[in-house]
């Protein structure tokens, strides 16, 4: 049976979740670092991880500890079911004390036969009224996550799903901006290119625009990298 941690010691983990989560720019660092922290603070687990959605809206392992939490969350993803995912989509937390008799998902538990699992954790992240995602502990015997590791494993949670939120919210404008800006620069790249070739060649834009097009098909590349070899100096094809 797992043991519930000392407040003083459970305090002084989640302020170094805290810590490291508030100073990383990163979401797959942060919660590398959080998965990490679980782990080592739940007796038992060999692998920790968090589910999230990806930039295409795709649920996918975050920060996992250990290969057979990519893998056991893989089976989960590909089927539709599992205990990680009941946990993001009830927003409840979810106990399986032995994998091998627990008859909610079958198909996951067939999947997962040949892995060294057999007892499962998961506590959904909740910021405000929405599920981001799901903490998840993997163990390989039974019985070995109590009502403890799950209150446990909800006091990491709490605190993760605020972070992990606010560090998304602040990553999203940055990325934003930075596609903005590159795609200003390739713009102007472009823009440029095609003063070159009219000056050159003596056609209006719209000609200029299409012989960097026409090029860029021909040498299966881009019309920025077509460009930039204007700008630099190399012919354009037909010159």
């Known amino acids: 049976m797992a043991q519930q941690l000392p407040l003083d010691e459970l305090s002084t983990v989640i302020a170094r979740i805290q810590g490291m989560l508030l100073t990383e720019e ?7 670092l959080l998965a990490q922290a679980a782990k ?12 999230l959605l990806d930039s295409r809206g ?13 893998q056991a969350d893989a089976a ?32 996951w538990r067939n999947a997962v036969r040949l892995l060294p699992i057999h007892s499962v954790v998961s506590a959904p992240l909740l910021a405000g009224k929405e599920a981001i995602g799901a903490l998840k502990l993997y163990a390989a015997t039974p019985h070995t996550y109590d009502a403890s590791s799950l209150n446990l494993l909800q006091l990491f949670a709490a605190p993760a799903a605020t972070l992990l939120s ?22 102007d790249v472009v823009n440029r290119a095609c003063g070159v070739l009219m000056e050159r060649l003596g056609v209006p834009h719209t000609a200029a625009l299409q012989q960097l097009m026409k090029q860029a098909r021909e ?8 460009s930039e070899s204007v700008l630099a100096g190399t012919p354009a094809s037909g010159d």
Request: net charge negative; proline share 5%.
């Open 76 to 107: 989960q993803y590909e089927h539709g079911e599992g205990p990680c995912l009941t946990a993001w989509a009830a927003e409840e937390p979810v106990l399986v004390e032995d994998v091998q008799s627990d008859q909610r998902w079958p198909e």
């Open 166 to 187: 606010h560090v998304q919210a602040s990553e999203a404008p940055k990325k934003m901006t930075e596609g903005l800006q590159s795609s200003l620069h390739s713009r």
């Open 26 to 32: 990163k979401v797959t660092t942060a919660v590398r």
């Open 219 to 226: 040498e299966r590349t881009t019309l920025q990298n077509v």
């Open 40 to 51: 080592e603070s739940v007796p038992g687990t060999i692998g920790a991880g968090v589910s």
């Open 58 to 70: 795709r649920r996918t392992s975050s920060g996992y500890t250990d290969k057979i939490v990519e």
